[in-house]
T-cell receptor, first 116, second 111 residues
Framework: DAGITQSPRHKVTETGTPVTLRCHQT?????MYWYRQDPGHGLRLIHY???????DKGEVSDGYSVSRSKTEDFLLTLESATSSQTSVYFC???????????????FGEGSWLTVV | RKEVEQDPGPFNVPEGATVAFNCTYS??????FFWYRQDCRKEPKLLMS???SGNEDGRFTAQLNRASQYISLLIRDSKLSDSATYLC????????????FGKGTTLSVSS
């Protein structure tokens, strides 16, 4: 299994509170990602990072921010949680692009967030 | 809009059956293709990549048809442990930043 640790694994929070999810990897992979997964939707990319301090938005980035100060850590912050952000959040990592081949992504175990 | 479509199922099959899933994608410029497996309340895990020439891994066979823009997964001799949701994933660029996930096809194998 890929060395990816997410914390917390489960959290219940109140609307309007800030929440930070942490992803830690031991693989030294360049790319890190945050996805959310909801019933009726495929996994959707929130933000991703292609290096320390290099991040960019994904498909559903509104209401989320990220930071990557070290290769191994990628933080996802909900500045003011809303009920629509109740979801399962998966961190993922991938190796550098390998000349024309596919880029396999490995996922963490997920963080279940409930906003009440 | 880039999309990946899968039949959600569920597919209910007996042990030993052969089952096939299809997946269609909308962007002809897609770079690479994968099948992931996801067990209930677990993370997705790579099952196999899908190559243009088709590829096989034990009881699993994946095929790609670029002209028709679909990929398939064939599972032979189904086991109870194959029960899971199978995600079709299409990569629209090489950096992995444009992975589009299908919603998944649920397989239930019964004894």
């Amino acid at each position: 299994d890929a060395g990816i640790t997410q914390s917390p694994r489960h959290k219940v929070t109140e609307t309007g509170t800030p929440v930070t999810l942490r992803c830690h990897q031991t693989e030294n992979h360049r790319y890190m990602y945050w996805y959310r997964q909801d019933p009726g939707h495929g996994l959707r990319l929130i933000h991703y990072s292609y290096g320390v301090k290099d991040t960019d938005k994904g498909e559903v980035s509104d209401g989320y921010s990220v930071s990557r100060s070290k290769t191994e850590d990628f933080l996802l912050t909900l500045e003011s949680a809303t009920s629509s952000q109740t979801s399962v959040y998966f961190c993922a990592i991938s190796e550098s692009v390998n000349g024309g081949s596919g880029n396999t992504i490995y996922f963490g175990e997920g963080s279940w967030l409930t906003v009440v | 809009r880039k999309e990946v479509e899968q039949d959600p199922g569920p597919f209910n099959v007996p042990e030993g059956a052969t089952v096939a899933f299809n997946c269609t994608y909308s962007n002809s410029a897609s770079q690479s293709f994968f099948w992931y497996r996801q067990d209930c309340r677990k993370e997705p895990k790579l099952l196999m990549s899908v190559y243009s020439s088709g590829n096989e891994d034990g009881r699993f066979t994946a095929q790609l048809n670029r002209a028709s823009q679909y990929i398939s997964l064939l599972i032979r001799d189904s086991k109870l442990s194959d029960s899971a949701t199978y995600l079709c994933v299409v990569n629209f660029n090489q950096a992995g930043t444009a992975l589009i996930f299908g919603k998944g096809t649920t397989l239930s194998v019964s004894s």
